[in-house]
């Protein structure tokens, strides 16, 4: 028997087809991640203040875009990058800190989507998200894993200068973001404009 729609049988998409996407965007979200990292060691080797925290971070881009972007499969993509880079790379001798450090990095963000979007009334379609809003997101987004980072910190006695660090943190976080936000901006705008459709008279 042919398979017929009727007012009740939608043919949007599926199940399957929603895990695939979620699926997706969360590896995206993570190889985005490492590969500002990558970058990150690449071209800014000397702007380090302490290990994982930078005069200019790349990876606080990440940060920025995948959960404003992706929702929730951004947030959980860049917990595994920033799991991936803190295990295998900044913090490979001190499990607890790179377990505490990647939920940081990405739980702090995805509070602040949220809080985008239900107390800012930014939508989730991102259709009112202009230039000047976004630009207002990255001191929030660059303050709050900074704040979370040195919150854990100071509960778990680490000796570091909490003041000094939260700052370097947060300004790191913010140009990093900045940096990779206006990166984007102009490959974009390298990108041919797609030719105006012809009417037919």
Not at 41 to 53: I, K
Request: with cysteine; proline share 7%.
């Amino acid at each position: 028997m042919p398979f017929r729609l009727t007012p009740g049988n939608h043919a949007g998409p599926g199940v399957s087809d929603r895990a695939g996407v979620a699926c997706a965007s969360v590896v995206g979200s993570a190889v985005f991640y490492l590969l500002l990292a990558r970058l990150q060691d690449w071209v800014f080797p000397n702007v380090e203040f302490m290990r994982g925290v930078g005069w200019i971070y790349l990876p606080a881009g990440a940060r920025l875009l995948c959960p404003l972007l992706l929702g929730l499969p951004g947030a959980v993509g860049v917990l595994v990058g920033s799991w991936c880079e803190c295990f295998f790379h900044l913090y490979p001798d001190d499990p607890v800190r790179s377990f505490a450090g990647g939920i940081s990095s990405a739980l702090a963000p995805y509070l602040v989507y949220l809080f985008a979007l239900r107390v800012l009334g930014m939508q989730a379609s991102l259709a009112n998200l202009t230039s000047r809003r976004l630009l207002l997101l990255v001191p929030l987004f660059g303050v709050a894993s900074p704040l979370m980072h040195h919150l854990w910190f100071w509960m778990h006695g680490d000796q570091v200068d909490l003041a000094q660090g939260f700052a370097v943190m947060a300004a790191g976080d913010m140009l990093g973001a900045l940096v990779v936000l206006y990166a984007l901006k102009g490959m974009l705008g390298l990108l041919p404009t797609p030719a105006p459709r012809r009417k037919d008279l």
